[in-house]
């Protein structure tokens, strides 16, 4: 009778640890997945993958074939610094049991590696009176709802007639509509180009003879008038969000990021200016206004002392300014400055009531 109830005991027992252990060993296996996913960015990637199924071992191709268990067996993260397809399959095994379900489908991932200059193709070519200007749309964008809208305004040496410098020569437009920032942000940018004449300029630091004067820095410039007029012609044509408009600017363009937002307080939700200052008399006017400041200590083009006496001026008067002051860089800061994700996170976050 004791042998009879042991072994009852151990038939009942059965289902519950043989069966999941058989499941496991028969079932379907799990397709691999990636992170991060697949898509376009604008960098390199570091790709992980991964297969919810426990014991099964990844292989992959990057050559477009279909990967067998020949093929690169996944046992590090794969560096992706061109455009790739990544093809993947989770195999247990040797992806032949009797069941015929040794390996899960073959899944492929493509990853699309965007240079600056592709990205500045999307950006639509436009004139608006004497003045060149590139406007980026967000891809499939819904006219049936509203979007931001950053404005760049480019330095000194970005001044001319050929619609291409304001976007090249840095990355203070191409951030914006990089693909992993527009997956986040779906935005317009609006990037013009200002005359490259002695007064040309979003801001004016030259003098007659096109040399270096800083006498004028806080006057608003022709250019910089041309510059709004745009912006509202753009903001007539697309469905802008009046409450998400934000400004940046560097050198020349930092200037006028801060003499625009100080002649129209009530306009921008955030402003980003970089390498230049603002006018300290007129703190008052943008004391509320969100706002993050970048400049290098060494700047040998425009002195640091114009960020601060700016970012001083307004915190003596109760103002909150995010400043960022770099030991080193000269007059580049806009490089680190716009390589700062989270900036371009904090800007995105700001909206006017």
């Known amino acids: ?7 009852l005991c151990v038939l009942l027992m059965l289902p519950a640890f043989s069966m999941p252990a058989l499941a496991e060993n028969s079932g379907e296996l799990a397709a691999p997945t990636a992170t991060p996913a697949p898509g376009s960015y604008s960098e390199s990637q570091t790709v992980t993958l991964q297969t919810a199924t426990p014991g099964a071992r990844i292989y992959f191709t990057t050559d477009g074939s279909d990967p067998t268990n020949q ?3 996944y046992t590090e993260p794969i560096t992706v610094d061109a455009t790739t397809t990544v093809k993947a399959v989770a195999i247990r095994g040797n992806g032949n049991d009797r069941m ?9 991932m493509t990853y699309t590696i965007e240079s600056r200059e592709d990205i500045a193709a999307k950006f639509l070519k436009l004139q608006y009176k004497e003045m060149p200007y590139r406007l980026y749309v967000p891809e499939n964008y819904d006219p049936n709802q509203s979007y931001p809208l950053v404005l760049f305004l480019h330095g000194g040496g970005e001044r001319g007639t050929d619609n291409e410098k304001q976007l090249l020569a840095n990355d203070g437009a191409i951030v914006w509509a990089k693909p992993e920032n527009q997956r986040k942000n779906p935005a317009f940018v609006l990037a013009p180009q200002a005359r490259d004449t002695p ?10 003879n096109n040399e270096l004067n800083l006498d004028r820095v806080f006057q608003f410039s022709e250019d910089l008038g041309t510059a709004y007029e745009i912006l509202q012609q753009v903001r007539d044509e697309y469905p802008i969000d009046s409450r998400r408009l934000y400004s940046t600017g560097l050198s020349q363009g930092g200037f006028g990021t801060f003499n625009l937002n100080t002649a129209y307080p009530d306009l921008f939700a955030a402003m980003v200016p970089i390498a230049a200052g603002g006018d300290p008399e007129k703190a008052d006017r ?11 200590v060494d700047d040998g083009v425009i002195p640091v002392s114009y960020s601060r006496d700016i970012v001083e001026a307004i915190k003596a008067i109760g103002g909150d ?20 994700q989270e900036m371009i996170d904090w800007m995105f976050k700001q909206v006017k009531p």
């Open 71 to 73: 093929s690169h067996l």
């Open 286 to 296: 943008i004391v509320d206004k969100p706002m993050w400041v970048f400049h290098a």
């Open 199 to 208: 007064d040309g300029g979003f801001g004016l630091t030259r003098d007659s």
């Open 321 to 340: 300014p995010i400043y960022t002051e770099y030991p080193t860089g000269g007059h580049a800061s806009w490089e680190p400055a716009y390589a700062n």
């Open 1 to 7: 009778m004791k042998g009879l109830i042991s072994v």
């Open 100 to 108: 015929g379900k040794g390996k899960s489908e073959v899944v492929s």
